[in-house]
């Protein structure tokens, strides 16, 4: 199965912008649905956006990130991003990048769902400050 690698993450002031990435093992993500998760101490892991298929770039945001976040893929299908715009100190987290079934992402009861998803990276910290 694919391998996954996140990079990117650091500290940025209110308002600031960073971008993700999620290397894969592999040269492309063409058989999997792809994700950004977060998670903070004491809440639960949350989507951060989806993308499917991941060759196509079709995109999925919750309501949390929907217009100030973007999923995309590079043109060798091998790396995944997550460009985070006009960042909030609640989106401080440990960010995930994950890998789930093709399948995953047409459900949308599903997509966001963490538990859907059986590949995952190390993480990357991202920190927002007031």
Known sequence: ?????????????AGGS?????AASESHYSRYCVAWFRQTPGK???AGA??????RGVPFYPDSTRGRFTISQDNAEDTVYLQMD?????????????AAPEI??????????PAMYTIWGQGTQVTVSS
Do not use: F, W
């Open 1 to 13: 199965q694919v391998k996954l690698v996140e990079s990117g993450g650091g500290s940025v002031e």
């Open 18 to 22: 960073l971008r993700l990435s999620c």
């Open 44 to 46: 639960e892991r949350e």
């Open 50 to 55: 989806v993308l499917y298929p991941p060759r």
């Open 86 to 98: 006009r960042l909030e100190p609640k989106d401080t987290a440990m960010y995930y990048c994950a």
């Open 104 to 113: 995953v992402c047409l459900r949308v009861d599903d997509r966001y769902r």
